[in-house]
């Protein structure tokens, strides 16, 4: 890992100015103190980081858990009670990776995964734009498209017509300035500028900018406008940010139903970002998805028990990670210890940093995840890849990150659905001969309960007087459902003067008095017909 220093060491940084103020925002959007999502944010960068087989995902809180962790903490009576749930959800997540529950990761379609980054990338840049000018009615790292109060994602930009704050807009620009020069100018200059990022040159003209106008009438940023770390005014204090669990509330059943939703959905959470992390890795790792489940597993179990909230591996931090250039877990790791030392160290020097200049990075991140060229490139891979992405998209951006992804899996499974009932046989009309409709039905190689309405449909559309072959040479599988299907089309079949010859490879029968017996008094050979 350290032979990588070079390309973590820039991106850790990066990924901690990302994170920071995600850390804070969804702390606040989840009733939590905000020292807790700074725990999550520490514990899923160095302890996760380190135990999982991802090379560059980073963990940390997600803001698809807020709203569940606020009715949590009011559901149990406390922030304490709630640490149970976490630690006991942590539990839960380590069993799912005893009994290998990771394998759903691999299920997700790729038009769903696609639709999950691109919906991403454009939720982070529409909740971004109000930051960036400086209206900050509502908390970093948000992800749903209503708020708490009436407000929705499209009013709160609306509405950022009538809250510009000049100073933070103009530092805003600047830091955007700055980023574009970097990475299309600066970085193909000279090896100092990709070792020195542009967010890091950013975060430091906005720190100098707010000191500066600090006492200006009109450019000054107030401090609501800025990071708000909590500051200690000694090591008594800061100790007194940490909570620890209430293990009396063990034996209460809410706990247990928050513990396991919370399991629940961080995994599911987690293997949709590993699932997609790797796609977008350059390099084309491949993450272990049991140890992946292991290692949230662990750091949940330790976040809970010293006050963090629930930690899921997060797409935002991830690609952020991934863009500027990360190529091992050091980055996700290093950019843990950036957090414990920063707000130990210097919390008051990052309450000097604007959200507007932090806005403009993670603009950075969501352009790269929401490039126009995808939507084109997804319409001409066809209707069946282009509707589950759209579907996923919409969905992200108009509800949120569970509900979008869910109603994208939902369509993509009916288009499987669909594909499966149209091609689940093969017909071919040979000739007519001597008044004889002479018809082939070609048997796909898997034919399940799924296939059964195409097939009845085209059993019952046959014409009087049709000799039919079915051909079964290809098939390993022929569920149950069709050999009934095919039983009763017996009767029918001597009404309307259907003569039948079956081929398979346990042989070939005309007029099968019964299909069921044929399949199930035959030997079997190699082939399961049942």
Partial sequence: MFKTL??????????FFVALPLCLGIALASGAPLFSGLIAGIVGGIVVGSLSG????????????????????????????????????????????????????????????????????IIIILKQIPHFFGYDAEPEGADSFFSSSSENTLTNIFNVFDNIILG????????????????????????IFKLVQGPLVAVVVGIIFFAVTRSHETLSISQSHLVSVPVPEDTASFLAQFSFPNFSMITNSE???????????????????????DRLD??????????????????????????????????????????????????????????????????????????????????????????????????????????????????????????????GLAVGIVVILLKSYQNSHFLHIEDKSNGKH??????????????????????????????????????????????????????KAKERDIDIKLVSKRGTIENPESFINFFNERPQSNLSLN
């Fill in 6 to 15: 070079k390309n973590d060491l820039p991106a850790s940084i990066v990924v």
């Fill in 54 to 121: 991802s090379n560059i995902g980073v963990s940390g809180p997600a803001a698809g858990l807020a709203a569940i962790v606020l009715s949590a903490i009011g559901a149990l009576g406390g922030y304490q009670n709630f640490l149970v749930a976490v630690v006991l959800g942590g539990v839960i997540q380590l069993l799912f990776g005893v009994l290998k529950a990771g394998v759903i990761g691999y299920y997700f379609p790729s038009s769903v995964i696609k639709g999950m980054l691109t919906g991403i990338g």
């Fill in 168 to 191: 933070s807009m103009i530092v805003g620009f600047a830091g955007l300035g700055i980023l574009i020069l970097w990475e299309k100018v600066l970085s193909k200059k000279h090896k």
């Fill in 255 to 277: 706990v247990w139903i928050v513990a396991f939703t919370i399991a629940l959905v961080a995994s599911l959470e987690t293997l949709l970002c590993v699932e997609a992390t």
């Fill in 282 to 407: 350059p390099h084309k790792n491949v993450t272990p998805t049991n140890r992946e489940l292991l290692a949230q597993g662990t750091g949940n179990i330790l976040s809970g028990l010293i006050g963090g909230l629930p930690i899921t591996q997060v797409i935002v931090r991830s690609s952020a990670n991934i863009q500027s250039g990360g190529v091992s877990k050091m980055s996700a790791i290093i950019h843990g210890f950036f957090l414990l030392i920063s707000i130990i160290i210097i919390p008051t020097l990052l309450n000097m940093i604007p959200l507007s200049v932090l806005a403009a990075i993670l603009l950075v991140v969501g352009y790269k995840l929401a490039k126009p060229q995808l939507f084109k490139k997804m319409y001409e891979l066809g209707w069946k890849q282009f509707i589950p992405f759209v579907v996923t998209v919409l969905g992200i951006v108009f509800i949120d990150l569970l509900y979008g992804i869910g109603l």
């Fill in 438 to 491: 002479r018809i082939k039905m070609s048997l796909a190689e898997e034919v399940t309960f799924f296939n059964k309405g195409a097939i009845l449909k085209e059993l019952d559309n046959l014409p009087r007087d049709t000799y039919l072959e079915i051909d079964l040479m290809k098939t390993r599988y022929l569920d149950n459902d069709i050999i009934e299907i095919l039983e009763d089309f017996l009767f």
